[in-house]
């Protein structure tokens, strides 16, 4: 029989998700829900998740593979001398003969939300054994639905099914009586919106300075690799992050390309 595992991004959509299945508002019962940490989390993402793992009948488990902001900073060297970084995150970065701004490849999703969340799922369901994976996206959202790429696990929508919008979640938190999740997702995501990035500034400056911090040891790792041109910046501008005056009208880019796991 499968076992209805939550992907828990610990954001607006998957917090909100959790607490319906809790009131039963959407079944059956999980039996547990895994949020894949990559430790670098503004500190209101995780008093949000001590909050919530209190409200549900089912565990919480927080599984992670290390310190994203270390383990992609680590400028490493191939058996044929190309130097090279891992886990790399969707920086914009200006061609230096066009000057157009592009994304730089993802890895980061893949290795540290994806894979990690898939390895516990193993684990829980044992050999022979099926996943029903509740991911939380809602029906504004619906371009981010993907099919599992591992047989042994089903993707389920819960909210697309019960056609449950972003602001549908925000309401009926409200409406429950519950405080507002926080958005969730890595403090220096380049997917971030530039309301995120103002709130962050406003409200979790430590936060903020941190990304400020990594983008500078970002470009500087980058630069030492083989093939790279270009410097890679958080924000979409291409400006230094610190540089930055922030408009509050554009959307966040979890949109594009994104398979599910960050930010919802
Ligand atoms: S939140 Fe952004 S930086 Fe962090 S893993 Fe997801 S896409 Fe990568």
Same mark, same amino acid.
């Given at each position: 029989?499968?076992?209805?595992?939550?992907?828990?991004?610990?954001g607006?959509?998957?917090?909100?998700?959790?607490?319906?299945?809790?009131?039963?508002?959407?079944?059956?019962?999980?039996?547990?829900a895994?949020?894949a940490?990559t430790q670098?989390?503004?500190?209101?993402?995780?008093?949000?998740?001590?909050?919530l793992?209190?409200?549900?009948?089912?565990?919480?488990i927080?599984?992670?593979k290390?310190?994203?902001?270390?383990?992609s900073?680590?400028?490493?060297?191939?058996?044929?001398g190309t130097?090279?970084?891992?886990?790399?995150?969707?920086?914009?970065?200006?061609?230096p003969?066009?000057?157009?701004?592009?994304?730089?490849?993802?890895?980061c999703?893949?290795?540290?939300?994806? %894979?990690v969340?898939?390895r516990?799922?193993?684990?829980?369901?044992?050999?022979g054994?099926?996943?029903t $994976?509740?991911? *939380? #996206? =809602?029906?504004?959202?619906?371009i981010?639905?993907?099919?599992?790429?591992?047989?042994?696990?089903e993707?389920?929508?819960?909210?697309i099914?019960?056609?449950?919008?972003r602001?549908?979640c925000?309401?009926?938190m409200k409406?429950?009586g519950?405080?507002?999740?926080?958005?969730?997702?890595?403090?220096?995501?380049?997917?971030?919106?530039?309301?995120?990035w103002l709130?962050?500034?406003r409200?979790?400056? %430590?936060a903020?300075?941190?990304?400020?911090?990594?983008?500078?040891?970002?470009?500087?790792?980058?630069? $030492?690799?083989? *093939? #790279? =041109?270009?410097?890679?910046?958080?924000?979409?501008?291409?400006?230094?992050?610190?540089?930055v005056?922030?408009?509050?009208?554009?959307?966040?880019?979890?949109?594009?390309?994104?398979?599910?796991?960050?930010?919802?």
């Open positions: 029989m499968t076992k209805h595992i939550i992907s828990l991004g610990a607006v959509q998957s917090s909100s998700m959790s607490l319906m299945a809790a009131r039963g508002e959407l079944t059956p019962m999980p039996e547990a895994i949020f940490d670098d989390e503004p500190a209101s993402v995780y008093t949000w998740l001590d909050w793992e209190k409200q549900l009948p089912f565990p919480v927080r599984v992670t290390g310190k994203l902001s270390e383990s900073l680590r400028v490493r060297t191939s058996k044929h130097r090279y970084t891992k886990h790399g995150i969707p920086a914009f970065n200006a061609n003969t066009t000057g157009k701004i592009g994304i730089m490849q993802r890895q999703t893949a290795d540290f939300k994806i %894979e969340i898939q516990e799922i193993r684990r829980i369901i044992g050999r054994g099926h996943c $994976q509740w991911v *939380g #996206i =809602s029906i504004d959202e619906v981010r639905m993907k099919p599992s790429r591992k047989p042994y696990i993707n389920h929508y819960p909210l099914d019960a056609r449950i919008s602001h549908g925000l309401s009926w409406k429950n519950y405080p507002t999740p926080p958005r969730s997702a890595c403090v220096y995501c380049p997917f971030h919106s530039d309301a995120e709130r962050l500034k409200e979790e400056p %430590e903020f300075d941190r990304a400020v911090e990594y983008e500078k040891k970002y470009q500087a790792a980058m630069k $030492q690799t083989t *093939g #790279i =041109s270009g410097t890679p910046y958080l924000h979409r501008s291409g400006r230094p992050l610190s540089e005056t922030f408009g509050a009208d554009q959307a966040d880019l979890f949109g594009n390309e994104c398979e599910g796991h960050c930010g919802v």
